[in-house]
């Protein structure tokens, strides 16, 4: 069901920035990007969403190409605690649906 | 503000019971919907509701069903149980019709034996 592509895993150095890369060819005019996180063992939390336009929040920023084809999400000083599962979802309708999701490992 | 409540967190059940799993959303939010995790794996969409009615399903069989109550909270049912249905269930919540983010609860650990 999922309509992104994400590479399986990750390494990043603490306190260097993540970058990490969504694809998403298909996506539709009207269709939003979203990204959550999950650490282990608990439930997924919200990280940013966009349609076309950059946005940036407390959390991460989020890169979107012109084209809409593929994303960036960034980390901009990644801490040990950032280490999980990062789930890229583009809405189809009025549910969510998951995908693999990218293990970032943020190392010391 | 309580995000979203599941219970019970942990439960185990023998193979062929019934099983109920309920949740309250987040205050404020009217939608909820349910997802199976297996170890290792991403959530699987299993349904979604509004105003007390299945709107959404993803691909899990009959056995697997819900409500929603007036007061939005919602009861994920699963009859028959398989040994296959040990996994986390994960509770979201959202506002229908809206571009925000959902909520999600802890999840509730079902082992079937």
């Known amino acids: 069901d999922a309509k992104t592509t994400q590479p399986t895993s990750m390494d990043c150095a603490e306190g260097r920035a993540a970058n990490l890369p969504c694809n998403h060819s298909?996506?539709?005019?009207?269709?939003?990007v979203y990204w959550y996180r999950q650490i282990h063992s608990q439930g997924p939390q919200y990280i940013i969403h966009g349609l076309k336009n950059n946005e940036t929040n407390e959390m991460a920023s989020l890169i979107i190409t012109e084209d809409r084809k593929s994303s960036t999400l960034i980390l901009p000083h990644a801490t040990l605690r950032d280490t999980a599962v990062y789930y890229c979802i583009v809405r189809v309708g009025h549910d969510m649906r998951f995908g693999a999701g990218t293990r970032l490992t943020v190392k010391p | 503000d309580a995000g979203v409540t599941q219970s019970p967190t942990h439960l185990i059940k023998t193979r062929g019971q019934q099983v109920t799993l309920r949740c309250s959303p987040k205050s404020g939010h009217d939608t909820v919907s349910w997802y199976q995790q297996a170890l290792g794996q991403g959530p699987q969409f299993i349904f979604q509701y509004y105003e007390e009615e299945e709107r959404q399903r993803g691909n899990f069989p009959d056995r697997f069903s819900g409500h929603q109550f007036p007061n939005y909270s919602s009861e994920l049912n699963v009859n028959a149980l398989l040994l296959g249905d040990s996994a986390l269930y994960l509770c979201?919540?959202?506002?229908?019709?809206?571009?925000?983010?959902?909520?999600f609860g802890s999840g509730t650990r079902l082992t079937v034996v």
């Open positions: 298909t996506i539709s005019g009207n269709e939003y």
């Open positions: 979201a919540s959202s506002l229908w019709g809206r571009d925000s983010g959902y909520t």
